[in-house]
């Protein structure tokens, strides 16, 4: 018997940027992804930063633990989780624009999409 397996493919995150961001329950609109932010130490993303608000002034941070859903043109979030405030720590970043260097300590560029 054989199964089959489905990969998930990976999703860039320029393809994350500008996509709206609805609450799960009330499909209420919340805003736009403005950001990914890593934790470069542990090599995965923590969570996603949304704007919202005249100009997108107004900034929301939701844990990745409350993404539910990430579909073509919206992504779902639960707000009813219990989550404490995420306050960003010196190991997140967004990583965009920093250099990409050689082993040889040559500059190769910087880094624009992961």
Not at 35 to 61: E, I, W
Not at 83 to 104: C, M, P, Y
Request: aromatic residues 8%.
């Amino acid at each position: 018997m054989s199964l089959l397996f489905i990969q998930p493919k990976p999703i860039r995150q320029s393809q994350l940027l500008n996509r709206l961001v609805l609450e799960r329950q009330t499909t209420e609109e919340i805003g736009h992804v403005d950001q990914l932010l890593l934790d470069y130490q542990a090599h995965r993303v923590v969570a996603l930063r949304c704007k919202s608000g005249l100009l997108g002034t107004k900034k929301r941070y939701f844990a990745w633990s409350q993404v539910e859903s990430i579909g073509t043109d919206s992504i779902l979030v639960n707000t009813s989780k219990n989550h404490k405030a995420q306050q960003k720590t010196e190991s997140w970043d967004s990583l965009i624009g920093h250099e990409v260097w050689t082993d040889a300590g040559n500059k190769i560029g910087k880094l624009v999409d992961y």
